[in-house]
């Protein structure tokens, strides 16, 4: 007797792009890692001297900010002193401990 044999054909899933997803997913995760890895160790440009560089420039930032404003308080003074004699006086007895001839200065100390 002749043994019939059955051809099955078996369908082949077709795979998606969500099984795609699934399927290399491990594989992303790791060439992330090892990315993250290069970023953080390699000498010269690594992600502690982008973090540190950045802290720097901010920290220099806030001493441009500060050095402009005492650059705008300096400006004022400078044109009240050369607008009105009576504050340059008042300066320079303060600041330089002028006095007029027979007038005596006395210095007192905090």
């Known amino acids: 007797m002749a043994k019939v044999g059955y051809i099955c054909k078996v369908a082949k899933k077709k795979k998606t792009f969500k099984d795609f997803i699934k ?3 491990a594989g992303y995760v790791a060439i992330l890692a090892f990315f993250l890895v290069i ?4 000498p010269g440009s690594n992600l502690f001297s982008w973090i540190a560089a950045r802290h720097e420039i901010k920290s220099q930032e806030r001493q441009i900010r500060s050095y402009q404003l005492e650059i705008v308080d300096m400006e004022t003074q400078i044109k009240e002193l050369t607008d009105n004699t009576d504050t340059l006086e008042q300066f320079a ?5 002028f006095a007029e001839p027979g007038e005596d200065v006395f210095l007192v100390k905090e």
Do not use: D, G, K, T
């Open 39 to 42: 970023l953080c160790v390699y």
């Open 23 to 25: 399927s290399s997913a």
């Open 93 to 97: 007895r303060e600041n330089f401990h």
